[in-house]
């Protein structure tokens, strides 16, 4: 049995941030830290997009940035200039091993490659057994997520932010990368939320991903028809598949703070990190462990890391409304991007808009619905 400061489960987007961020921080240099993670090279297993406004963290390792991005449905498109906003691309290998280039420079940290089995919180510390070897924490971080946690019960809907993506690379110099393709409704639908997201890098390859926010994955047969469907469309007709991405994120209103407690401290997707009305991870879990860091500096009950938002309760409301009319989705979405400022609607997903931007935001959608959900879960 092996006693750490600190254990960390899982060295994916929010584990090795965390590891990262203790390790380009002299307070944590007297302290033994351990990551455990049953892959240790996971390659680019896959692609994070965020917008964020100038210069990032992570510009260095970008793949590629658009300042425009394109919204389409059979109601409404356009092409939008969305500076002094960026939309960012990094590849996941370039991040991972960026990132463990600098943590495996401090002796204090160490990496196992095991598979864990469970972690239990006892009276002063946690303990932690692996396929291997059993391990004490004075402090947990979990990242691995376990959807049984919450996909039975009800108070709370689960919709997927799903799909399937193909890396393409055309003969010819055919593509527009000047531009994101963000949400593309003018597929069908299909009684369900669907949509293409383009992220092309040059004029010969490209990203296509079709994508849903809903309750069922599909076979995988119907993700790639469509995108041969989608790229025939777009007269993308000689081209060669040269990777391929595939994923589901949870996108639920679940109190996963519930799961914390003094000693164990859920990160990630499995701590809640994921935006639950779009999926978006990878930006909040940057500002997530920089504020985790600095609590970590002076709080030793990590209970306490929790803050209640407004923004919580908007995304129960739109998670019920997408998760009762799953089919209107890209009506709601089309009115959202219509009547609002793209501007304002990345502050309100940032979590970072004002009472007044809120209700830009609010007023923007169909009301119907909202205020029947509105009503529904406050009696
Ligand atoms: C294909 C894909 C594309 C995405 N694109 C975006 C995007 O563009 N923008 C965005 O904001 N978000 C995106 N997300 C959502 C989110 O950012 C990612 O899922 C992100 O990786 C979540 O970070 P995490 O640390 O919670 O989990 P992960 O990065 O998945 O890390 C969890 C780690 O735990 C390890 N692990 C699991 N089980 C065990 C076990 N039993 N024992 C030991 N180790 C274990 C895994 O190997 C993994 O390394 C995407 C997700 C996927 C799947």
Redesign the pocket.
Known sequence: MTNYDYII????????MLAYRMASDPFFDDKSILI????KQ?GN??????WEKGKGEWDDILTKTWSKIYFGSDTHKEVIDISPYQYKMIR?EDFYNSLQQKIESKINITFLN????SFTEQKFNVQVI?KNGNYIATKLFN???NAELYQFQKKYPVLQQH?V?WFVKTEEDILDDSMATFMDFTVPQNGNTRFMYVLPIDKKTALFEYTLFSKELLQLNEYEDAIGSYLKEKGVSSFEIIEK?????PMTAFKFSHLNSKNILN????GG??KAST???????TKKTKTLISFLKTENDLNKYHKKSKFWFYDLIFLDVLANNNEEGAKLFTSMFKKADVKTIFRFLDEESTLFEDFKIILSVPPKRFIQSFLKRLF
């Open positions: 489960l899982g060295a994916g987007a929010s584990g090795l455990i993670d049953k892959e996971k297993d896959r692609t994070w997009c965020f996941s095991e598979e864990v089995v692996t990242s691995i997520h799909f993506g991405e595939k994923g589901s994120i990160i990630g997707t499995a990190w994921t999926g978006y991870t990878f930006r909040n879990t």
